[in-house]
């Protein structure tokens, strides 16, 4: 039998390409969308129209042992992370989060008790964003090892997602809280999802242009949003909002913050309330083509080191 076209092409290591550009590469087989999908991959969610009112959110999201969370993390924690993950995702469209789906595969030799803690890290979560736990699926690993996935949904107002894409030169770029550190201290395990914020922001009409969580590093997010947007960045590294101890560089590169990274209009990013909702003014968008920043998790590329 002659070979087939694909076992003729020569092998590329995943390692070469690094997570942005294997997904491009996979993605050139995906069928045409159908007209209620009104946006597909390329952004925190993908939106899906519903009805006259609202548009659909869905997003999935997966945690791995030795890549998200250490093997002795405590179970709660990391239930909490699965479902926390993909809410700070909602939160990036500006959503409010609707219906979960969680799969679990994990090998046969682990005790019932770490997954009835992982489990209830999960539910005690879900319960405080209104989330419904709706179904899911469990499957065996045929060695050592633990994954869980996240499908969620959420709602929108009908066309009023904010994207990556939206961003314009002279666009003011704030992000939320603080940054850095988030592995040592232990908050990629416990941070708030920023849902709240993402809606008050809409309500009192300080709507982004663009928006994105900030999960794989500023340095590495930053310059995503920008290229989605067709611009150019202007970054003020000693502006940037540190948590303690935490220098500017490992605020552009540790990654795993859960903050938002938003591109505000001139006049909302002029008002007082931009303070008040603890947002912190570090740069710009300008016209061009967005440069990379060195820095930030990339997938197969990038070294695990969970703590």
């Known amino acids: 039998m002659p070979d087939s076209p694909s076992s003729l092409m020569p092998a590329t290591p995943l390692s070469q390409l690094g997570e942005d550009a294997a997904l491009k590469r996979l993605l050139r087989a995906a069928p045409p969308a159908t007209p209620e999908l009104l946006l597909g991959p390329g952004d925190d969610c993908a939106v899906v129209r519903r009805c006259a009112d609202w548009d659909t959110l869905l997003k999935v999201d997966a945690l791995v042992e030795g890549v998200h969370f250490a093997p002795d993390t405590p179970p709660p924690l990391i239930g909490r992370k699965a479902l926390a993950r993909a809410l700070s995702d909602i ?8 219906h979960a789906l969680v799969t679990l595969a994990v090998h046969h030799t682990r005790p019932l008790e770490q997954l009835e803690g992982i489990y209830a890290g999960l539910a005690a979560l879900a319960g405080e964003f209104g989330i419904s736990l709706a179904g899911g699926e469990t499957t065996s690993l045929p060695q050592e090892g633990l994954l869980l996935s996240v499908t969620l949904t959420g709602r929108i107002e009908r066309g009023a997602a904010v994207l990556r894409s939206g961003g314009r030169p002279g666009d003011t770029l704030f992000v939320s809280g603080a940054l850095g550190g988030s592995y040592e201290s232990g908050r990629h395990l416990s941070f708030t999802p920023r849902v709240a914020l993402a809606r008050q922001l809409l309500e009192q009409g300080l709507r982004p242009h663009a928006m994105m969580d900030l999960s794989d590093g500023l340095a590495a997010d930053l310059p995503r949003l920008a290229a989605a947007s067709g611009c150019d960045f202007e970054l003020t590294p000693e502006a940037l909002p540190c ?15 859960y903050e938002l990274l938003l591109a ?20 710009r968008m300008i016209p061009g083509r967005a440069h990379s920043l060195s820095g930030g998790w990339q997938h197969f590329s990038s070294s695990p080191s969970p703590a």
Do not use: F, K, N, Y
Request: glycine share 14%; charged share 15%.
């Open 91 to 98: 939160a990036a469209m500006g959503g409010v989060p609707e």
């Open 243 to 257: 948590h303690p101890g935490c220098s500017a560089q490992q605020a552009l590169c540790d990654g795993e913050d």
């Open 264 to 283: 505000l209009p001139a006049e909302a990013a002029a008002s007082p309330l931009c303070t008040r909702l603890g947002l912190t003014r570090i740069g």
